[in-house]
């Protein structure tokens, strides 16, 4: 399935991600030359690596979706996305990593990324406690109701998004600026947006590397998202994935099948 391709690639990533020594010991204030910022550095780092090992299921899931939607017949955004990664990575060798400025070489992936993301959201939302009694879409709602924008529906209001049924990642473009959609089950607090965005950019890394590692075909396309008032996706989908000539040759063989 590609959403375990995904997650391994996504594993991987975590994994590698360069994380300082101190954070994985048994206490960073072991050191007499500690500091306040050495200290909120270590703590923020914990937090990013928190985040994104939290939401490696989800964040794969999204990358499956990317996968899918790059491919379906009725898309031309897998051939707009191939000719920007292109350029993006042009002269970069093809087992680096996928460093931030090459994907901020990469605005097409970006609005693409989050037209996914509001088409198929990975997760839901976390419920939320009202601390206060509110009206909410005119219906008035006490203090301590629990209470959960679901993403299939938020992604969706016409008064919201243009043209809400409608597969559009212009829509995120740097005119247009429409919301960022809900997708990640990440609190709606002060760091959230960040949260969201860092996994957004670990999803858009993986799909990079995986295309440009993999020949990725679809066996079938895909249904579009459907249903109410709770749209969703098939649960289950094929792909098949072949090696690129990187692999074939850095393992010398003529065919690896997956």
Not at 151 to 161: A, K
Not at 190 to 214: H, Y
Request: glycine share 4%; net charge negative; charged share 20%.
């Amino acid at each position: 399935a590609a959403s375990v391709a995904a997650a391994s690639v996504a594993a991987a990533t975590v994994a590698a991600a360069p994380i300082a020594p101190s954070t994985v010991t048994a206490s960073p204030f072991a050191a007499a030359n500690v500091t306040a910022a050495s200290v909120a550095t270590v703590v923020a780092t914990s937090v990013v690596a928190a985040v994104v090992a939290a939401a490696i299921e989800p964040t794969a899931a999204l990358v499956g979706a990317m996968l899918v939607r790059a491919q379906v017949s009725s898309s031309e955004w897998g051939a707009k996305l191939s000719s920007e990664q292109k350029t993006a990575l042009s002269g970069v060798a093809p087992d680096a990593a996928i460093s931030a400025e090459a994907l901020s070489a990469m605005p097409k992936l970006d609005e693409f990324a989050k037209e996914v993301l509001r088409t198929a959201p990975p997760t839901r939302p976390p419920a939320l406690r009202l601390k206060a009694p509110a009206v909410i879409g005119g219906v008035s709602v006490p203090q301590g109701a629990l209470v959960m924008r679901e993403s299939y529906l938020s992604n969706f209001l016409g008064d919201v998004y243009s043209q809400p049924l409608a597969f559009e990642p212009e829509r995120f473009s740097a005119e247009r600026r429409e919301p960022f959609p809900l997708g990640f089950a990440c609190e709606r607090g002060e760091s959230s947006a960040e949260a969201e965005q860092l996994l957004l950019d670990v999803a858009k890394a993986t799909f990079v590397q995986i295309r440009r590692m993999f020949s990725v075909k679809l066996s079938v396309d895909v249904p579009e998202a459907s249903g109410f008032p709770v749209r969703a996706l098939p649960d289950e989908y094929e792909m098949l994935v072949e090696a690129g000539m990187f692999y074939e040759l850095k393992r010398e063989t003529k065919r690896l099948n997956f």
